[in-house]
Nanobody, 121 residues
């Protein structure tokens, strides 16, 4: 069993900052990529940012230059999303995602429960 536990969401004013955290735990053998997606009501889930085990980062176009994904230096199963210059359109539920190996030849996608980020004055 694999769990992704997110934290750090909340309410922030436009122009403000938040940092999300996601910790993976359980019966995982290796992590290939971890990242963040978001989904607003009535919209499709979209990639925010992801980071591979080798450190390659992929940012969504709407957050380039404002959001930064990173991995904990001491614990590679923890990733962060630093969100700066937040805009009302960033309001969404943010989901942690991981693609990882849980057994010999067994690889799959796992999701966190989601954390709400609301940007409003």
């Amino acid at each position: 069993q694999v769990q992704l536990v997110e934290s750090g969401g909340g309410l922030v004013q436009p122009g403000g900052s938040l940092r999300l955290s996601c910790a993976a735990s359980g019966s995982l053998l290796s992590i290939y990529v971890m990242g963040w997606y978001r989904q607003a009501p009535g919209k499709q889930r979209e990639l925010v940012a992801s980071i591979t085990s080798g450190g390659r980062i992929n940012d969504g176009d709407s957050v380039k230059g404002r959001f930064t994904i990173s991995r904990d230096n001491a614990n590679s199963t923890v990733v962060y999303l630093q969100m700066n210059s937040l805009k009302p359109e960033d309001t969404s539920v943010y989901y942690c995602h991981a693609n990882l190996r849980i057994g010999l030849g067994i690889r799959g996608d796992f999701w966190g429960q989601g954390t709400q980020v609301t940007v409003s004055s």
